[in-house]
């Protein structure tokens, strides 16, 4: 156990000093990892955000459902029976006297609506189910459909569908680009531990000569590679948040305009984290292919 | 202790360093490896280090017969034999201390400790004032003895050194000799390869002659 201790503290002490050693290579391998981090994690953030947008725009995931213009107040207080029962949300009752009169409010409609002989809307209820779920949606409409004395059911969901997929083929999008970029950052970590391990041919061959095991000598390397990865991760952190800082007054202005109020909701420390343990995960895994590889001379 | 029988190494190529080689080194002798150069001490040496695997016959050392070694006990092997070459191997991007630390990282035992043992190590070679300079630094006589300190660090069983002395003036290689006289003399068994003659009417050491690969 003390040994085990000894080993890793060592490994990632000689790892430390391998970074701060050469503080260039250092700056400029964590520049590359931490942009090849920040584009996925940048468009993560935004999309994550968008999906906020979309779940916040209110009336979008409304059900409007209309009466037939024969239905009395007894097939009224049917619907209002079974949209309690079926306790999908918030509703509202719209009697088709109040639908004429806002008609009658818009502009140039009032002298068309005072021509009419008689009043041709029907009445008409205002569903905000709770569960916004494009399937849950239809399923709704499908079950409102079939009620007594319903004419028609609208559900605004053509849109909640069209954004619905553009959010998962941003979300494709982005697995590819993070795809990419994982690959990438490999590769640097691959590139950089075998310069490494070409430096210090005399260490590595005095190590084995005296009993150093394959673990022994391959650690070092692992750290090396799990801690460049992991501080660019935190740097790839560090620059979305700074990008976001950037960003937040701009979207703020921009959302006043559209008479809404939204901020853009920032990564927390399980994000960062997660970026992180990613930027030391691909790190690992460079610095694992690459010293597999490059140890192979000195057998 | 170190017990050779029919042992061959044939290079990749054809070329016979070690022919037929049969000998017995019991615990606390002190053996000389000597001959022309050319006659196979130096690959002797790295047979018996399990830097090169015998081609045919049986090589134990401490009881492992490294013919039949898995590569993964190779390193334990050799944390019991101290090595000293020619050429000293040692590290020049650390000082004469840490160079001293690495057979003691490498078993893992704590910092403190392991300072202790390489601060003794290196008194014993009279290397002690120098710790905190770099190798570099070092006379060629003085490496050496960094290097037999590196050896002996991990208190090996066998000290086994090839042409230890072979860079170094009549004054150096003297001093060379004695330490590993006094290693001899509180037990440790100690092979060295050596072309040198004098050393062998001094000590009077037990004595295996290759000739062309082969004992005479």
Same mark, same amino acid.
């Given at each position: 156990?003390?040994?085990?201790?000894?080993?890793?503290?060592?490994?990632?002490?000689?790892?430390?000093?391998?970074?701060?050693?050469?503080?260039?290579?250092t700056?400029?391998?964590?520049?590359?990892?931490?942009?090849?981090?920040?584009?996925?994690?940048?468009?993560?953030?935004?999309?994550?955000?968008?999906r906020?947008?979309?779940?916040?725009?209110?009336?979008? @995931?409304?059900?409007?459902?209309?009466?037939?213009?024969?239905a009395? #107040?007894?097939?009224?207080?049917?619907?209002?029976?079974?949209?309690?029962?079926?306790?999908?949300?918030?509703?509202?009752?719209?009697? #088709?006297?109040?639908?004429?009169?806002?008609?009658?409010?818009?502009?140039?409609?009032?002298?068309?609506?005072?021509?009419?002989?008689?009043?041709?809307?029907?009445?008409?209820?205002?569903?905000?189910?709770?569960?916004?779920?494009?399937?849950?949606?239809?399923?709704?409409?499908?079950?409102?459909?079939?009620?007594?004395?319903?004419?028609?059911? @609208?559900?605004?969901?053509?849109?909640? #569908?069209?954004?619905?997929?553009?959010?998962?083929?941003?979300?494709?999008?982005?697995?590819?680009?993070?795809?990419?970029?994982?690959?990438?950052?490999?590769?640097?970590?691959?590139?950089?531990?075998r310069?490494?391990?070409?430096a @210090?041919?005399?260490e590595?061959?005095?190590?084995?000569?005296?009993?150093?095991?394959?673990?022994?000598?391959?650690?070092?390397?692992?750290?090396?590679?799990?801690?460049?990865?992991g501080?660019?991760?935190?740097?790839?952190?560090?620059?979305?948040?700074?990008?976001?800082?950037?960003l937040?007054?701009?979207?703020?202005?921009?959302?006043?305009?559209?008479?809404?109020?939204?901020?853009?909701?920032?990564?927390?420390?399980?994000?960062?984290?997660?970026?992180?343990?990613?930027?030391?995960?691909?790190?690992?895994l460079?610095? @694992?292919?690459?010293?597999?590889?490059?140890?192979?001379?000195?057998? | 202790?170190?017990?050779?029988?029919?042992?061959?190494?044939?290079?990749?190529?054809?070329?016979?360093?070690?022919?037929?080689?049969?000998?017995?080194?019991?615990?606390?002798?002190?053996?000389?490896?000597?001959?022309?150069?050319?006659?196979?001490?130096t690959?002797?040496?790295?047979?018996?280090?399990?830097?090169?695997?015998?081609?045919?016959?049986?090589?134990?050392?401490?009881?492992?017969n490294?013919?039949a070694?898995?590569?993964?006990?190779?390193?334990?092997?050799?944390?019991?034999?101290?090595?000293?070459?020619?050429?000293?191997?040692?590290?020049?991007? $650390?000082?004469?201390?840490?160079?001293?630390?690495?057979?003691?990282?490498?078993?893992?035992?704590? $910092?403190?400790?392991?300072?202790?043992?390489?601060?003794?190590?290196?008194?014993?070679?009279?290397?002690?004032?120098?710790?905190?300079?770099?190798?570099?630094?070092?006379?060629?006589?003085?490496?050496?003895?960094?290097?037999?300190?590196?050896?002996?660090?991990?208190?090996?069983?066998?000290?086994?050194?090839?042409?230890?002395?072979?860079?170094?003036?009549?004054?150096?290689a003297?001093?060379?000799?004695?330490?590993?006289?006094?290693?001899?003399?509180?037990?440790v068994?100690?092979?060295?390869?050596?072309?040198?003659?004098?050393?062998?009417?001094?000590?009077?050491?037990?004595?295996?002659?290759?000739?062309?690969?082969?004992?005479?």
């Amino acid at each position: 156990m003390n040994a085990w201790f000894s080993h890793h503290r060592a490994a990632v002490g000689s790892a430390l000093r391998r970074l701060w050693s050469t503080p260039l290579n250092t700056l400029l391998s964590l520049l590359v990892i931490g942009i090849a981090l920040t584009l996925p994690g940048f468009g993560y953030v935004m999309l994550d955000n968008l999906r906020d947008i979309g779940r916040n725009a209110s009336g979008v @995931q409304q059900i409007s459902l209309f009466m037939n213009l024969d239905a009395g #107040k007894k097939d009224v207080g049917e619907i209002e029976g079974r949209l309690r029962a079926a306790a999908t949300g918030k509703w509202r009752f719209v009697p #088709k006297e109040e639908a004429l009169k806002r008609m009658q409010k818009s502009e140039g409609m009032a002298e068309i609506v005072a021509s009419l002989p008689r009043n041709p809307l029907p009445d008409a209820f205002i569903v905000e189910p709770s569960n916004t779920d494009p399937e849950a949606l239809e399923i709704l409409r499908k079950e409102i459909a079939g009620w007594p004395k319903v004419a028609h059911v @609208q559900l605004d969901s053509a849109w909640v #569908k069209r954004f619905d997929a553009f959010l998962k083929l941003g979300k494709l999008a982005l697995s590819m680009l993070a795809g990419l970029f994982a690959a990438g950052l490999v590769a640097v970590t691959f590139n950089t531990i075998r310069l490494q391990v070409m430096a @210090q041919t005399a260490e590595i061959e005095v190590a084995r000569m005296i009993g150093a095991t394959d673990t022994f000598i391959r650690r070092p390397f692992y750290y090396f590679g799990a801690l460049q990865g992991g501080l660019g991760g935190l740097l790839a952190a560090a620059l979305v948040l700074g990008g976001l800082r950037l960003l937040g007054s701009p979207v703020g202005d921009l959302a006043t305009l559209y008479g809404a109020s939204f901020a853009l909701h920032t990564p927390g420390v399980a994000e960062v984290a997660a970026l992180v343990g990613c930027g030391a995960l691909l790190g690992w895994l460079g610095a @694992q292919l690459s010293v597999s590889l490059s140890l192979r001379k000195f057998d | 202790m170190i017990v050779a029988s029919n042992l061959s190494k044939r290079y990749p190529g054809g070329y016979e360093a070690v022919k037929d080689v049969g000998f017995a080194i019991e615990a606390g002798q002190m053996v000389f490896i000597t001959g022309h150069s050319g006659a196979g001490k130096t690959t002797l040496v790295k047979l018996i280090a399990s830097l090169e695997r015998p081609t045919s016959g049986s090589l134990v050392v401490n009881g492992q017969n490294l013919a039949a070694l898995r590569r993964s006990a190779i390193p334990y092997l050799r944390r019991n034999l101290g090595l000293v070459f020619q050429d000293q191997r040692l590290l020049f991007d $650390r000082s004469v201390l840490d160079n001293v630390l690495l057979p003691l990282q490498i078993v893992g035992l704590p $910092r403190r400790e392991t300072v202790r043992r390489a601060q003794a190590a290196l008194d014993k070679v009279g290397l002690l004032a120098r710790e905190k300079a770099r190798p570099i630094a070092l006379s060629g006589g003085e490496q050496q003895r960094l290097a037999i300190a590196r050896a002996v660090v991990n208190r090996p069983t066998v000290l086994l050194a090839d042409e230890p002395t072979g860079n170094l003036d009549a004054e150096s290689a003297t001093e060379i000799l004695e330490i590993f006289a006094d290693f001899h003399r509180v037990g440790v068994t100690v092979v060295v390869a050596t072309h040198d003659q004098n050393w062998i009417e001094r000590y009077h050491p037990n004595v295996l002659r290759l000739d062309h690969g082969r004992l005479v």
